[in-house]
């Protein structure tokens, strides 16, 4: 079975400047997907940025980045510019890209983000 | 387009009785996944269905059962309610047919045992 975890239960940024958040997974596989969702107070998981574990180039969206480390299984997502709109519990996702199994995410336990201003 | 739409946002329920929950995903989706969501064990996966049948599940007991209907809404029941029930439980849908598509979600619903 696949494991998720993020070792900073909550983390805190100033505005405008850059933060990363960590995540490590463990998996037998060799063909998978991995997510960063935001879920904000609205309580709505929303989906930041994806990765596809066959492609080496690391994804990419406006202000947030992903370092993603095949070899170490690791994940993190850097956000750039900080904003307060930022401020969310953030979780990183392992979705396997085989068999019947995929539509199943494995999530992180999320790390709260605080922004401040 | 309308997003994923759960109702009710907010439900209590005493130990002991069944709760059921509604998922209406975007129009064209037809794949419809369930989560439930703790402070202690996180986002954990229920099942999910596709064209009216259960295509995957997760590891819970037998009292967490769902359908899907024709139009692609959903319901998720629990029967025989236990205080560890209470979590904030938040339906996913998707087209169901790419293995990295996006899944939306909805705002979930907050149901709390006494």
């Known amino acids: 079975a696949q494991t998720v975890t993020q070792s900073q239960p909550e983390m805190s940024v100033q505005e405008a400047e850059t933060v990363t958040l960590s995540c490590t997974y463990d998996t037998s596989e060799s063909d998978y997907y991995l997510f960063w969702y935001k879920q904000p107070p609205s309580r709505q998981m929303i989906l930041v940025i994806r990765q596809e574990a066959y492609k080496q180039q690391n994804a990419t969206e406006n202000r947030f980045s992903v370092n993603f480390q095949k070899a170490a299984k690791s994940f993190s997502l850097k956000i750039s510019d900080s904003q307060l709109g930022d401020a969310a519990m953030y979780f990183c996702a392992y979705r396997s890209a085989m068999g019947g199994s995929n539509y199943k995410l494995t999530f992180g336990k999320g790390t709260l983000l605080t922004v401040n201003p | ?114």
Not at chain 2, 8 to 33: A, D, W
Not at chain 2, 93 to 113: A, D, I, M
Request: charged share 15%; with cysteine.
């Open chain 2, 1 to 114: 387009k309308a997003g994923v739409t759960q109702t009710p946002r907010y439900l209590i329920k005493t130990r002991g009785q069944q709760v059921t929950l509604s998922c209406s995903p975007i129009s064209g989706h037809r794949s419809v996944s369930w989560y439930q969501q703790t402070p202690g064990q996180g986002l954990q996966f229920l099942f999910e269905y596709f064209s009216e049948t259960q295509r995957n599940k997760g590891n819970f007991p037998g009292r967490f059962s769902g359908r899907q209907f024709s139009n692609s809404r959903s319901e998720m029941n629990v029967s025989t309610l236990e205080l560890g029930d209470s979590a904030l439980y938040l339906c996913a849908s998707s087209t169901g047919t790419t293995t990295n598509e996006k899944l939306f979600f909805g705002s979930g619903t907050q149901l709390s045992v006494l």
